[in-house]
């Protein structure tokens, strides 16, 4: 860690515009540990009610159906947090989180947590836009799965992924494509229809895998396949 208090704490987003010596105060008060790939960080239920923040690696909040299948509700990065839920509410935790690599990890008690957001708004804001968003995905995941078949939810998870070429504007790709597993633990499937379907896309020219590495070669056919457009236009006509 540097001199300049600028270290484990400096990249979460949920504390830019905190003072150096704020973020030094906070860091102390952390408690600190580092997680292996795959390793559980928080069981779902579990009465941990801390406020974490993901200083390096990548984190997965998964949930399970009742015939055991692993559901991702989301992928966090360097600089996210989680945990606020039960540290406002005082619930068990809703779901559980596992490390996808090697991570450190600094988790704040909830009373802490609860005193740095109400003294200083801005925080709170940011809690907000979060809570917001969860609802928001939420809400789309509910959609999905009311409206749209297994290979649709597939095609919609891909879109998701994708991200323009920063070297060929126009064109878009998947950089370091998830396993299938971890497709169809998004999607809601398995990854048999996951492998089938991403097979059709290819074989159709809609997509070209390259390694780690998927193309989208027609994203207005996977946007049809997908059922995006005809969504789009049902929404023009009812505005």
Not at 19 to 28: A, I, Q, T, V, Y
């Amino acid at each position: 860690m540097s001199n300049n208090n600028e270290g484990r704490l400096a990249n979460i987003r949920l504390l830019e515009g905190l003072g150096d010596e704020e973020k030094s105060g906070l860091e102390k008060r952390c408690r600190w540990r580092r997680y292996k790939t795959n390793e559980q960080i928080l069981d779902k239920d579990s009465n941990d009610r801390d406020v974490y923040f993901v200083a390096e690696g990548t984190v997965q909040v998964v949930n399970f159906s009742m015939t055991g299948r692993e559901i991702a509700l989301a992928r966090l990065h360097s600089g996210a947090f989680f945990g606020e839920l039960s540290a406002i509410d005082g619930q068990p935790r809703s779901a559980s989180v596992v490390a996808l690599e090697d991570c450190l990890l600094g988790s704040l008690s909830p009373q802490l947590f609860i005193d740095q957001i109400i003294g200083h708004p801005e925080l709170a804001v940011r809690v907000l836009g979060r809570l917001a968003g969860i609802v928001r995905s939420c809400d789309e995941r509910i959609m999905d799965l009311s409206t749209l078949g297994a290979v649709e939810r597939v095609y919609r998870q891909l879109l998701r992924l994708a991200e323009e070429s920063p070297v060929d504007p126009g064109s878009w790709l998947i950089r370091n494509l998830p396993t299938h597993k971890a497709i169809a633990a998004m999607a809601s499937t398995t990854r048999e229809t996951v492998a089938r379907s991403i097979s059709q896309l290819g074989a159709g020219n809609i997509v070209e895998r390259k390694g780690r590495i998927l193309y989208l070669r027609d994203r207005d056919r996977l946007e049809k396949l997908a059922g995006v457009l005809d969504n789009a236009l049902e929404e023009d006509f009812s505005r």
